[in-house]
């Protein structure tokens, strides 16, 4: 089956650099995405990696190993704005067409502290 | 970026009732959105993917008599609540995939959420 895993809770402290880590099952990978969810509201887009190796835009940074099948959401520089949830979402192709589904983790609550 | 409105952002209505929820795709044509509930920490659940011009899919458990979606055009589509009870009360998010973004991207774009009470 298809299956995310990531790690419920984080915290650390602002100006720090924090790695939010991503492990999945699934077969017909078709990308990874990395949204941001402050509480209360909707889902931000982040980054996506569909091959593997690193992704960098601005303070935030997402890697891919596609034979692992792992991810991680690197976050530079952290403010206390970042404290959100971060959610690892995972695609994949579900037959021989062009049909493909998103399947989402719990999501990682991260607290940026002073 | 592309960008998607959803009306009302905060809805409460009686037990019985019908509400219908908007998801607009403001800058780009969206021919697939979807329908997202979200409980109090826990992660998003796709209820139904919704095409422009036909039926829209829903996910094992999702009552498509309850939950009526309708994709006009491709920049609109409505989720309509109908007999709303309690138990449905929750944060309804809509999203918008932007397949012009090119490539295998096909990123969605959400968005900002309808928190529903139903009293």
């Known amino acids: 089956g298809q299956n995310i895993d990531q790690p419920t809770e984080m915290t650390a402290t602002e100006g720090a650099i924090v790695q939010i880590n991503c492990t999945y099952q699934t077969s017909g990978f078709n990308g990874l995405f990395w949204y941001q969810q402050h509480a209360g509201e909707a889902p931000t887009f982040l980054s996506y990696n569909v091959l593997d190796g690193l992704e960098e835009k601005g303070r935030f940074s997402s890697f891919l190993s596609r034979s692992k099948g792992y991810s991680y959401l690197l976050l530079k520089e952290l403010q206390m704005k970042d404290s959100a949830s971060y959610l690892c979402?995972?695609?994949?192709?579900?037959?021989?067409?062009?049909?493909?589904?998103?399947?989402w983790g719990l999501g990682t609550s991260l607290a940026v502290n002073p | 970026g592309a960008v998607v409105s959803q009306h009302p952002s905060r809805v409460i209505c009686k037990s019985g009732t019908s509400v219908k929820i908007e998801c607009r795709s403001l800058d780009f044509q969206a021919t697939t959105m979807f329908w997202y509930r979200q409980f109090p920490k826990q992660s998003l659940m796709l209820m139904a993917t919704s095409n422009e011009g036909s039926k829209a899919t829903y996910e094992q458990g999702v009552e498509k008599d309850k939950f009526l979606i309708n994709h006009a055009s491709l920049t609109l589509s409505t989720l309509t609540v109908t007999s709303a009870h309690p138990e449905d009360s929750s944060f309804y998010i809509c999203s918008a995939r932007d397949g012009t973004s090119g490539g295998s991207r096909d990123t969605q774009y959400f968005g900002p959420g309808t928190r529903l009470t139903v009293l």
């Open positions: 979402a995972v695609r994949f192709r579900i037959n021989a067409g062009n049909n493909r589904k998103l399947i």
